[in-house]
């Protein structure tokens, strides 16, 4: 990167907003290819939940809000508190499992030659909880 920074000229020296502009294009690419040589590429989780997006995670910090509330009142069986939240985790688990199967129709989509025996396995296979 050093290298590649030194042919840029000195800041003082950028007569227009052309050359300022250039001399932008090549600290980006000096940068790029930096990160493309030394930072490695993640290496998601086989465990990950593929299905899980933002949508689910800000529906799940109402759901616990709305728990802990009526965790609060829990001596007061007919406060109103409780039947909301009841409706919201209903909701909540419905989004997950319209996620899930988004998911697996999207992933059925896309299979390929040695992908559907993969597909096959695992409607073949005994039931599990996948999460």
């Keep these: 990167m050093k290298a590649e920074l030194g042919q ?11 050359e300022l502009r250039q001399a932008i294009k ?12 030394h930072v490695p590429l993640s290496k ?9 997006s933002g949508e689910l995670a800000e529906a799940i910090k109402g759901v616990t809000k709305l728990g802990r ?20 985790r209903n909701t909540y688990s419905l989004q997950i499992c319209k ?3 988004k998911h697996w129709a999207e992933w059925l989509e896309k299979l390929d030659g040695p992908s559907v025996w993969t597909a096959s396995r695992l409607v073949m296979g005994p ?3 996948g999460g």
């Design 26 to 37: 090549c600290i980006d690419k000096a940068i790029n290819n930096c990160m493309e040589k």
């Design 99 to 101: 996620a899930k199967a």
């Design 44 to 52: 998601p989780s086989p465990a990950l939940k593929r299905w899980w």
């Design 69 to 88: 509330m009526s965790y609060r009142k829990r001596a007061m069986q007919d406060h109103p508190i409780h039947e909301e939240f009841h409706m919201v």
């Design 8 to 18: 840029i000229p000195d800041p003082e020296t950028y007569n227009n907003v052309n």
């Design 127 to 129: 039931a599990m909880d």
